[in-house]
Each structure stands twice: as structure tokens, then as C-alpha cells.
């Protein structure tokens, strides 16, 4: 991701071999010159394969168009900013509200990080592809229902920040436009209320647990239904309302001070990294560095990990999914198919219901982001999702144990001059219990969560083989019992991504020129169950090729990429595979077999 100075202009960092030149990978490419995209004459789309919306197929109720803006040369500018205003004919309850996000761009550019806030809250990061002369297009749509109590307030402000360089060797200007779309058909999952709590005794019920669905008997959300308010963990918005972190000594706040019949928490986190740390998970440590004599300022190992605190205590923490933006690696790859997440980088979760014993007290509270051996640059927000019991002025609560044990990170390392191998091995394991006594009654939250983490890193053939393997794995459980222990809900969330990089370089044909060799996996994997319900998403992308580079740009290459995309929901299922070679779309079938998405 090419970003300006101070957000998005990051000039890609070289690792050189004393007098030679050849550049340690992944980086950072245009592909604009290259020899593929000058022969096309007409304006290709590119799309991201995702999961299908329960609104795909629908004829939404009314739609509001908000932003159509070009960003030209947008460095040292502030966010785009509009005025949110519900459409008259279309005011609230819905079923569904999708974001949809147009946009288009010619020329030479990088790609650029982007996001939208409304009302200070993020609801959509994102990334754009990277043009060509001839010009490309997409169309992203998000499912945003779990913001319905905030869109559903007018007279706020809806911000984009998209930060770019137009000059006379980047001209293109990202022409965006952003609309809402709301629906209320009956056939849509509407996040209305059963009286599961009534049935035990519990008063009106508890709408966390079960929230009416057309597939299934409990939520395979953390956010059926939608919060009944939604708190920012940002900035003031200058520079977009996300934190920027350079350093691991960052810690960043904001001081909330949260309403005092709060019943349940969710926190919400949007994270992306960029500048040298953008392609983390290949980075050598400092000894390795420092000892070659290297010029890059990539390094600090290849962990790391973002965490949450509330008054400087530590609450949670998460690696993120390595998105790779589609000027990295080999940006042949991602045409016209993007990286998993590129252009919908995924948020994360974490249950906070067992921390409100220590906020629901009128008091003011700092709520913390950092990364753990991070370097420049991360941008980070969050959202607090609250449930209000709306029968009581105050709620009782507490939390009853906290184990957060200091992350166990084991490293060894073995190197000679430039060759040699690095390993990292990462553990956390969690568990925190808290009760909340309500007009529901007194709920027990029993939050428990497990991260493991591997990375291996080769350097071969004098540094110039280089070989990056990683897997992460995470599992969070979430309880609910009753005060006469019976379990309303278990919901648990399992995460596992591996990627897998292996690159080649050597000297290219023409004068100052590195031919590139690349072969990557790269996978996200997730399964949400509860009770009886449960949903599978696997999602993979296979791609291979080499790319003839001169600096930062692409002259010459080939390249094919296959994506395989499955989803099983209850009895439910869809799985659509895609091939790419040399930017040309080969193959594109679906089904809604399940015998085809197990």
C-alpha cells in the first residue's frame, strides 16, 4: 500500500547486498507500463469474492446516494465530508442497510488505503486497485445493519479519506461514489426480539440471545440485533478519524465515559499496516539487519499484534489477517481478482459484556489501542457497541476473575551473512468472567480466548531466495448463564490463516532490471456456531508467476491466480471458484450445492 507522508505516500524500503541492488521481498509495484495492461484498450472491473448478502437478489425499499467525490490530489487534505440525512420515505426500522461503494480510476497510481466514518464511527475500510491507462472499475457492497441505531439518527456527518498524489507520473484520480441502500423485505433477517428470557423468568426477555432468523434458532452474529448505541474509539478527524501508531511505545486513547445501564459490550476493531511494516509478517529481526549492514528499516521481527487496554489494563488483543493490497507482491496477481480483504478489510470482535463491572460507574474511562512490536505505521479505531437496558436508570455489575497471562513468544535464529532462518512461536490464552444484573435478571458472561501463532522465514542462495510461512489460529467462547447456571448461549468464533510466500530474484533482461519469481498461498478461514446454528466460511487464493521489474514498476510478466470461495450456513451453502492468467478471467463457476462447500 503506497501511502503519503505522514498517511499514505510510503516509498518501499530495498534490503541491499552490499553493492548489489536486488531488492528482498514482498514489496511494493506498479503495473501500469507493463506490457499486458499498454496492449488492453477498454476498461476492465475487478471484484473481490465474498459472501453473498442476503440483500444480493433484492430490490431495496430506497436508496440514498451521498457521496460522489473525485480524489485528485488529496495529500495534506482533510477528509471528504457530507451531510447524512435519512430519506424522508425510508426512516427506520429495516432489515438490511448495505454500503455500496463505486469507484473507477485511469493512469499510473498506486494503490491507496481508504475508509468512511459516520458520525465518527468506521463502518467500511477499504483499499483500491491499481489502474492503468486504459482505466478499471468495481463495486464493493458491505452489509452495515449492525450500525442501524446510528444510521438511523440524522443531522450527522458522513467522512471518506482516501489520501492520494497526482503529479506528472501519477495521474490517477479515484473517482468514488458512495450510496446507502435500505431494505425491508420480510424474507431478510430482521434482528426482532423472542421472549427466551421471558420463558425462564427473566422479565422481558433477552434480545442478545435471540434474535429472529430465516435460518437457524440463535444469532450467528455478535451483533443480532444491532447495539442501541455506537461509541467512536477515534480521533478528532483531522487526518480521517483513525489512530496513526509508529511505534510499539504508542498507545493510543480516547476517554469515554459509558452510560450506566449498559447490559452488554461489544468492541469492535478496524486495523491496517502500512509504511515498513505493511508486509509484517516478513520482516527479519534487527540482529539480522543490523549485521549485513542493510539499509532497510524493515525489520523488528515478524510478530505482531494488537491490543486493547481500558485505564492501562490489557482486555484483549488480536493479529490481524495479512491483507495485501493490490500493489504488493506482484500486483499481476490481483487482476482482475483482488486479495482476500482488499477491498473489505475485515474488523474483529471482542465480547467486552465481563468488563462492565468496571466502566458502568459514571465515570470517565481511557479505552487504549497499540501494537506489540509494531513500527511505522499502523492506523487503528474501534467502536464500542452498547445494549441499554432501557427499563433502568443503572445496571449492577462486576467482573469476578480476569486471567490475561503475558503473551509466551519463543524465537530462535540462525544465520550466516545474509543466508538463514527465523522462527517465531506466539501463545495467548484468556479468560475473564463478569456479571450484569438488569431487568433481565443476573447474567454471567464467561469470556474465554486462545491465540496460537507460528512464522518461518528463509533466506536462501545469498538472500536471494526467500521463503515466509505462517499460521495463525485463534477460538473464542462466549458464555451466558442464568444465576441458576442455566446456559442461554455459547457462542464461539474460530479464525485460522496461513499464508505462504516463496520469491526467487535474480538479474532481469533489460539494463537495471530484477526478474522476480513468485509463489504464494494465502487462506482465511472462519466458523461461527451457536447452539444449533452455525456458519463455515473458507476462503483461498493459490497464485504464481514472475514479474520483470525496473524500480517500482512492472515492465514485463506473467502470472495466474485461482481463488476458491465456500460458505455452509445451517443447510445453506455456496461456493464459487475462480481462474486468472495474465490479468484475463478464465473460469467463474458457482453452486449452491452443499455436496460442492463442504
Same mark, same amino acid.
Given at each position: 500500500?503506497?501511502?503519503?507522508?505522514?498517511?499514505?505516500?510510503?516509498?518501499?524500503?530495498?534490503?541491499?547486498?552490499?553493492?548489489?541492488?536486488?531488492?528482498?521481498?514482498?514489496?511494493?509495484?506498479?503495473?501500469?507500463?507493463?506490457?499486458?495492461?499498454?496492449?488492453?484498450?477498454?476498461?476492465?472491473?475487478?471484484?473481490?469474492?465474498?459472501?453473498?448478502?442476503?440483500?444480493?437478489?433484492?430490490?431495496?425499499?430506497?436508496?440514498?446516494?451521498?457521496?460522489?467525490?473525485?480524489?485528485?490530489?488529496?495529500?495534506?487534505?482533510?477528509?471528504?465530508?457530507?451531510?447524512?440525512?435519512?430519506?424522508?420515505?425510508?426512516?427506520?426500522?429495516?432489515?438490511?442497510?448495505v454500503?455500496?461503494?463505486?469507484?473507477?480510476?485511469?493512469?499510473e497510481?498506486?494503490?491507496?488505503?481508504?475508509?468512511?466514518?459516520?458520525?465518527?464511527?468506521?463502518?467500511?475500510?477499504? @483499499?483500491?486497485?491499481?489502474?492503468?491507462?486504459?482505466?478499471?472499475?468495481?463495486?464493493?457492497?458491505?452489509?452495515?445493519?449492525?450500525?442501524?441505531?446510528?444510521?438511523?439518527?440524522?443531522?450527522?456527518?458522513?467522512? &471518506? &479519506?482516501?489520501?492520494?498524489?497526482?503529479?506528472?507520473?501519477?495521474?490517477?484520480?479515484?473517482?468514488?461514489?458512495?450510496?446507502?441502500?435500505?431494505?425491508?423485505?420480510?424474507?431478510?433477517?430482521?434482528?426482532?426480539?423472542?421472549?427466551?428470557?421471558?420463558?425462564?423468568?427473566?422479565?422481558?426477555?433477552?434480545?442478545?440471545?435471540a434474535?429472529?432468523?430465516?435460518?437457524?434458532?440463535?444469532?450467528?452474529?455478535?451483533?443480532?440485533?444491532?447495539?442501541?448505541?455506537?461509541?467512536?474509539?477515534?480521533?478528532?478527524?483531522?487526518?480521517?478519524?483513525?489512530?496513526?501508531?509508529?511505534?510499539?511505545?504508542?498507545?493510543?486513547?480516547?476517554?469515554?465515559?459509558?452510560?450506566?445501564?449498559?447490559?452488554?459490550?461489544?468492541?469492535?476493531?478496524?486495523?491496517?499496516?502500512?509504511?515498513?511494516?505493511?508486509?509484517?509478517?516478513?520482516?527479519?529481526?534487527?540482529?539480522?539487519?543490523?549485521d549485513?549492514?542493510?539499509?532497510?528499516?524493515?525489520?523488528?521481527?515478524?510478530?505482531?499484534?494488537?491490543?486493547?487496554?481500558?485505564?492501562?489494563?490489557?482486555?484483549?488483543s488480536?493479529?490481524?489477517?495479512?491483507?495485501?493490497?493490490?500493489?504488493?507482491?506482484?500486483?499481476?496477481?490481483?487482476?482482475?481478482?483482488?486479495?482476500?480483504?482488499?477491498?473489505?478489510?475485515? @474488523?474483529?470482535?471482542?465480547?467486552?459484556?465481563?468488563?462492565?463491572?468496571?466502566?458502568?460507574?459514571?465515570?470517565?474511562?481511557?479505552?487504549?489501542?497499540?501494537?506489540?512490536?509494531?513500527?511505522?505505521?499502523?492506523?487503528?479505531?474501534?467502536?464500542?457497541?452498547?445494549?441499554?437496558?432501557?427499563?433502568?436508570?443503572?445496571?449492577?455489575?462486576?467482573?469476578?476473575?480476569?486471567?490475561?497471562?503475558?503473551?509466551?513468544?519463543?524465537?530462535?535464529?540462525?544465520?550466516?551473512?545474509?543466508?538463514?532462518?527465523?522462527r517465531?512461536?506466539?501463545?495467548r490464552?484468556?479468560?475473564?468472567i463478569?456479571?450484569?444484573?438488569?431487568?433481565?435478571?443476573?447474567?454471567?458472561?464467561?469470556?474465554?480466548?486462545?491465540?496460537?501463532?507460528?512464522?518461518?522465514? !528463509?533466506?536462501?542462495?545469498?538472500?536471494?531466495?526467500?521463503?515466509i510461512?505462517?499460521?495463525?489460529?485463534?477460538?473464542t467462547?462466549?458464555?451466558?448463564?442464568?444465576?441458576?447456571?442455566?446456559?442461554?448461549?455459547?457462542?464461539f468464533?474460530?479464525?485460522?490463516?496461513?499464508?505462504?510466500?516463496?520469491?526467487?530474484?535474480?538479474?532481469?533482461?533489460?539494463?537495471?532490471?530484477?526478474?522476480?519469481?513468485?509463489? &504464494?498461498?494465502?487462506?482465511?478461514?472462519?466458523?461461527?456456531?451457536?447452539?444449533?446454528?452455525?456458519?463455515?466460511?473458507?476462503?483461498? !487464493?493459490?497464485?504464481?508467476?514472475?514479474?520483470?521489474?525496473?524500480?517500482?514498476?512492472?515492465?514485463?510478466?506473467?502470472?495466474?491466480?485461482?481463488q476458491?470461495?465456500?460458505?455452509?450456513?445451517? @443447510?445453506?451453502?455456496?461456493?464459487?471458484?475462480?481462474s486468472?492468467?495474465?490479468?484475463?478471467?478464465?473460469?467463474?463457476?458457482?453452486?449452491?450445492?452443499?455436496?460442492?462447500?463442504?
Amino acid at each position: 500500500m503506497k501511502i503519503s507522508f505522514i498517511f499514505f505516500f510510503f516509498f518501499c524500503v530495498f534490503f541491499f547486498n552490499g553493492d548489489s541492488e536486488t531488492p528482498r521481498l514482498p514489496d511494493h509495484f506498479t503495473k501500469s507500463r507493463s506490457q499486458s495492461t499498454l496492449q488492453r484498450r477498454t476498461r476492465k472491473e475487478f471484484f473481490e469474492l465474498r459472501q453473498p448478502l442476503p440483500s444480493d437478489h433484492l430490490t431495496p425499499a430506497c436508496t440514498l446516494p451521498i457521496l460522489d467525490h473525485d480524489f485528485g490530489n488529496t495529500f495534506d487534505s482533510p477528509p471528504v465530508s457530507v451531510p447524512y440525512e435519512i430519506p424522508c420515505h425510508c426512516k427506520a426500522p429495516w432489515t438490511r442497510v448495505v454500503l455500496e461503494v463505486q469507484a473507477d480510476c485511469k493512469g499510473e497510481q498506486y494503490d491507496r488505503i481508504a475508509a468512511v466514518w459516520l458520525g465518527g464511527v468506521e463502518i467500511m475500510r477499504t @483499499s483500491t486497485a491499481e489502474p492503468d491507462e486504459a482505466g478499471i472499475f468495481w463495486k464493493v457492497q458491505k452489509d452495515v445493519t449492525r450500525y442501524s441505531s446510528l444510521l438511523a439518527l440524522s443531522d450527522q456527518k458522513l467522512t &471518506m &479519506m482516501l489520501e492520494n498524489i497526482v503529479d506528472d507520473v501519477f495521474t490517477g484520480v479515484y473517482h468514488v461514489k458512495l450510496s446507502f441502500l435500505y431494505y425491508k423485505d420480510s424474507g431478510l433477517t430482521a434482528p426482532a426480539v423472542e421472549n427466551f428470557g421471558g420463558e425462564l423468568g427473566l422479565g422481558s426477555g433477552n434480545p442478545r440471545i435471540a434474535a429472529t432468523r430465516v435460518v437457524g434458532e440463535a444469532p450467528l452474529s455478535l451483533y443480532e440485533p444491532p447495539a442501541d448505541l455506537i461509541v467512536p474509539i477515534s480521533s478528532d478527524g483531522y487526518r480521517g478519524s483513525w489512530f496513526r501508531i509508529n511505534g510499539e511505545s504508542d498507545v493510543l486513547t480516547k476517554r469515554l465515559q459509558i452510560p450506566r445501564n449498559t447490559r452488554r459490550a461489544v468492541l469492535e476493531l478496524y486495523v491496517s499496516s502500512h509504511g515498513n511494516d505493511e508486509f509484517w509478517y516478513s520482516n527479519p529481526p534487527d540482529s539480522y539487519i543490523r549485521d549485513n549492514n542493510l539499509t532497510t528499516d524493515r525489520g523488528n521481527g515478524a510478530f505482531r499484534e494488537v491490543y486493547v487496554t481500558v485505564d492501562g489494563n490489557f482486555v484483549g488483543s488480536e493479529v490481524p489477517y495479512p491483507v495485501i493490497f493490490t500493489g504488493g507482491i506482484n500486483p499481476l496477481f490481483w487482476e482482475p481478482i483482488v486479495a482476500i480483504g482488499a477491498f473489505d478489510l475485515p @474488523s474483529y470482535d471482542f465480547e467486552f459484556t465481563p468488563f462492565l463491572g468496571l466502566l458502568v460507574d459514571g465515570k470517565d474511562h481511557n479505552f487504549g489501542i497499540g501494537v506489540s512490536y509494531g513500527i511505522p505505521f499502523w492506523l487503528v479505531d474501534a467502536n464500542l457497541h452498547l445494549w441499554l437496558d432501557h427499563n433502568s436508570e443503572a445496571v449492577q455489575a462486576k467482573l469476578v476473575r480476569q486471567e490475561s497471562p503475558v503473551l509466551t513468544l519463543t524465537r530462535s535464529q540462525k544465520f550466516k551473512r545474509l543466508d538463514g532462518t527465523f522462527r517465531l512461536e506466539g501463545r495467548r490464552k484468556g479468560r475473564y468472567i463478569g456479571w450484569v444484573k438488569s431487568s433481565e435478571g443476573n447474567l454471567t458472561t464467561i469470556l474465554s480466548r486462545k491465540v496460537k501463532y507460528r512464522n518461518e522465514i !528463509q533466506f536462501r542462495r545469498d538472500g536471494n531466495h526467500k521463503t515466509i510461512e505462517q499460521k495463525i489460529k485463534s477460538k473464542t467462547q462466549v458464555k451466558v448463564l442464568t444465576e441458576s447456571r442455566i446456559l442461554l448461549s455459547r457462542p464461539f468464533i474460530k479464525w485460522q490463516y496461513p499464508l505462504k510466500i516463496v520469491t526467487s530474484t535474480g538479474p532481469g533482461t533489460g539494463q537495471g532490471t530484477n526478474l522476480i519469481t513468485t509463489n &504464494m498461498t494465502e487462506s482465511l478461514g472462519k466458523r461461527f456456531a451457536n447452539g444449533n446454528s452455525s456458519i463455515f466460511v473458507y476462503n483461498s !487464493q493459490v497464485c504464481g508467476g514472475n514479474m520483470e521489474v525496473k524500480d517500482h514498476s512492472v515492465v514485463s510478466g506473467f502470472s495466474e491466480t485461482t481463488q476458491s470461495f465456500r460458505v455452509r450456513e445451517d @443447510s445453506r451453502c455456496f461456493s464459487r471458484s475462480v481462474s486468472t492468467s495474465n490479468g484475463k478471467l478464465l473460469t467463474d463457476s458457482s453452486s449452491t450445492s452443499c455436496a460442492s462447500s463442504v
